[in-house]
């Protein structure tokens, strides 16, 4: 019935639509594993953006300046590769797409250091609980999106708790206090969120208003 109703009313049926996109795009277009790859670590980064907040906690110098080195390789990446096509913009997504992207290595570092140092049962199933999840949302799947990385949030948590028992940074105090910064960028982002999803109804008032008195259909 929605098939049927969506093709009458925008000439084309919806269900099918979304069934024959996923293989119009991987036929059309080849595949870039690099590229996939990148996305896959930026959006695992922006998802899981508050394990930055603990990093200042573990008190590792190696582990501060790697990260640096990360970031700025991926700022001259992101800027490279993208500034043509965005123009004035590319300042702006260079900065966040390299600090998520480092994040997300982070991130996979992190569970590839815990099974490298325990070797326990419990390190293989976190490592392939993050890794495999990153691998199948980025690589696997047909397009990239936040719901297939989140699965990993509770192995993330899992894993830097147990770092900061490693290290001996765990303490009440330490725990709750990134959670406020954590807050407010989630907070920031529902709201970007919310205007985001909104600029469909706006753009769908705007051209009724435009198209009101035009004749015949206006798809």
């Given amino acids: 019935m929605y098939e ?11 269900f099918s639509n979304a069934m024959i996109y996923p293989w119009k795009a991987t036929t059309s277009a080849e595949k870039q594993l690099f590229a996939q790859f990148i996305i896959g670590l930026s959006f695992t980064g922006g998802c899981l953006f508050p394990a930055v907040f603990y990093v200042i906690f573990l008190k590792s110098r190696r582990v501060l300046i790697s990260g640096l080195a990360i970031l700025v390789a991926l700022l001259l990446l992101f800027y490279f590769g993208i500034r043509r096509g965005l123009g004035t913009g590319a ?30 049962a419990d ?14 949302a980025a690589i696997l799947n047909w397009s990239i999106t936040s719901r297939t990385l989140l699965p990993m949030a509770p192995a993330v948590m899992i894993l830097l708790l147990r770092r900061f028992n490693a290290s001996g940074a765990s303490n009440g105090r330490t725990l709750w206090w990134p959670l406020l910064p954590a807050a407010l960028v989630s907070l920031l982002v529902t709201t970007a969120d919310y205007k985001f999803a909104n600029t469909a109804r706006l753009a769908s008032s705007y051209f009724q208003n435009r198209f009101r008195t035009e004749p015949g259909t206006v798809w």
């Fill in 4 to 14: 049927v109703v969506t093709k009458a009313k925008y000439g084309e049926g919806l």
């Fill in 91 to 120: 300042i702006a997504v260079t900065t966040e797409g390299a600090l998520f992207a480092t994040i997300g290595i982070g991130i996979l570092a992190l569970a590839v250091t815990d099974l490298a140092q325990r070797r326990t």
């Fill in 123 to 136: 390190s293989v199933l976190l490592s392939l609980w993050v890794i495999g999840t990153f691998f199948c």
